[in-house]
């Protein structure tokens, strides 16, 4: 559950109201693929209580599968973020003690028949810990047999964690099993465990991954394939936040590879969907619908 000051600018050090929003990386790239006409089913592990009510009623006004989506004991808790709409200086405050999501294990995964699905998405803030890194690594072996694509948003998170060295372990085991690697500079330097994670990608991509994605903010990004390396821009906006981009940037770009878009024109549908996210409030709820899409890249190329 995401919690946002209202109205809009709003510190939370003066907060009087908030709203309330579907939230975390793996429900976000869900809506975002839905808004965008790719359907989609989340696995993941919700509190059996009030919170996980809401969350299960947001997952259905969405049009996302919650069929794998199983309510643990209470004592394990829906983790919450509480977010300022403000570009400067934005505070973003999670918390997340005995969080649900990381209880998700192997018997989750075997629920699951992979030759129902087209591709399998992982959020990389399951690899934490366990339960739930054992079971990305299960579900990632049950892909692999079936040779569904792979793809994972690095989504790092510096909690949970046993050290660095296994932080660069865990990432670089499961990098090497993906077909589509999508991450930022200090993603790619974790995994690394130095500061030239872009060597990291460049190494990755002769190795069995098809498509690397590289973020570096408002510097654009750098997209490599096994025989091309490609540098791409982003859409300038008025943003009125930073977050929420990265989510909306996984649902506009896998959701045009899979609707047939060159892998060009996949990047920039990707960075237009993260362009409008940033200009709204909340994250889940600010993902643009299809038309909205494609109306806002018209403009940005009539310009």
């Given at each position: ?16 109201n ?50 794998f ?16 709409t403000i570009?400067e200086?934005n ?21 699951i ?7 399998v ?20 072996e ?57 060597k ?7 190795k ?22 490609q ?11 930073p ?57 940005k190329?009539?310009?």
């Open positions: 559950m995401d919690i946002y000051p209202e109205p809009l600018g709003t510190k939370i050090d003066d907060v009087q908030f709203s309330t929003h579907l939230g975390g990386s793996a429900a976000n790239t869900c809506v975002a693929l839905s808004k965008l006409n790719v359907a989609s089913d989340l696995v993941t592990c919700v509190s059996d209580d009030a919170i996980g009510n809401y969350i299960f009623k947001k997952l259905d006004d969405f049009n996302i599968g919650k069929k989506c199983r309510r643990i004991d209470k004592k394990f808790q829906t983790q919450i973020a509480v977010v300022e570009l200086n505070q973003s405050i999670l918390y997340r003690n005995n969080s649900c999501d990381l209880q998700l294990d192997q018997s989750d995964i075997e629920r028949n992979f030759e129902d699905y087209s591709s998405f992982i959020s990389g803030v399951t690899l934490s810990s366990n339960p739930s890194r054992d079971a990305v690594f299960l579900a990632v049950k892909a692999t047999a079936l040779k569904l694509p792979l793809i994972i948003d690095l989504d790092y998170r510096p909690y949970n964690w046993e050290s660095d060295e296994k932080k660069s372990e865990v990432y670089k085991n499961i990098m090497n099993e993906m077909d589509v690697i999508i991450g930022n500079d200090l993603e790619f330097n974790i995994a690394d465990n130095s500061s030239d994670g872009l990291l990608a460049q190494t990755l991509i002769q069995k991954p098809s498509i690397i994605i590289y973020k570096m903010g408002e510097k654009g990004s750098k997209v490599y394939t096994k025989d091309s390396e540098d791409f821009g982003i859409y300038n906006v008025q943003a009125i936040k977050t929420g981009a990265g989510d909306a940037f996984n649902g506009g770009f896998l959701s045009s590879l899979y609707q047939g878009f060159s892998l060009e024109d996949s990047v920039k549908r990707g960075s237009a969907n993260a362009a409008i996210v940033v200009t709204k409030v909340g994250c889940s709820s600010a993902m643009p619908n299809l038309e909205e899409l494609n109306q806002f890249i018209k403009q190329e009539e310009i």
